[in-house]
């Protein structure tokens, strides 16, 4: 007999269809990880200015203050996200690489053991790390694009999910 597909379900309304936060006390407490990315694509005009400034302007050091403002970032998720819970996360770590030429990819990776997930924690922490770098490079340019933010990976909960590579 054929399996049939499991509807999918929103899970922060309530039988009303109203919002609500969900209820996570009967969960069990598990090791939960995820990974997020976003991609900063600079003029080349801005890659090459920070490239001869070793990645300061003048409002600072742009990757190191974007690193601080991600791991804050995902440390205050519940403050921006109206039903993520307020997590004490137990590891954050944002990384920024070039990729190449102009291309700046933004990690953050991020762990607790806890009974929600933490995909929103890992997004929201590249999601502002991107916008940091926007913001102390924009008097060279208003043309930097933010681009592909998206979850890599989250285990730990009722489905583990990682992404296919390109």
Do not use: Q
Not at 27 to 32: Q, S
Not at 36 to 49: D, F, G, K, S, Y
Not at 123 to 131: D, E, H, P
Not at 142 to 164: N, P, Q, T
């Amino acid at each position: 007999m054929p399996t049939r597909a499991r509807k999918p379900v929103l899970t922060h309304v309530d039988a009303a269809n109203r919002p609500t936060m969900v209820d996570v006390g009967a969960k069990a407490v598990t090791l939960r990880e995820a990974t997020a990315e976003a991609i900063v694509t600079l003029p080349r005009a801005v890659a090459l200015a920070l490239r001869r400034t070793g990645a300061r302007t003048k409002k600072g050091p742009v990757f190191d203050t974007a690193i601080v403002a991600g791991v804050m970032a995902a440390k205050r998720t519940h403050e921006l996200i109206p039903f993520c819970h307020p997590l004490a996360l137990e590891r954050c770590n944002v990384t920024i690489e070039t990729a190449r030429a102009g291309r700046l990819v933004i990690r953050c990776e991020v762990a607790i053991h806890g009974r929600t997930g933490i995909e929103m924690e890992a997004l929201t922490g590249a999601t502002v790390a991107a916008l940091t770098i926007y913001d102390m490079t924009k008097a060279l340019s208003h043309d930097i694009e933010i681009s592909e933010v998206r979850l890599l990976a989250k285990s730990g909960g009722k489905r583990d999910f990682r992404r296919a590579r390109r």
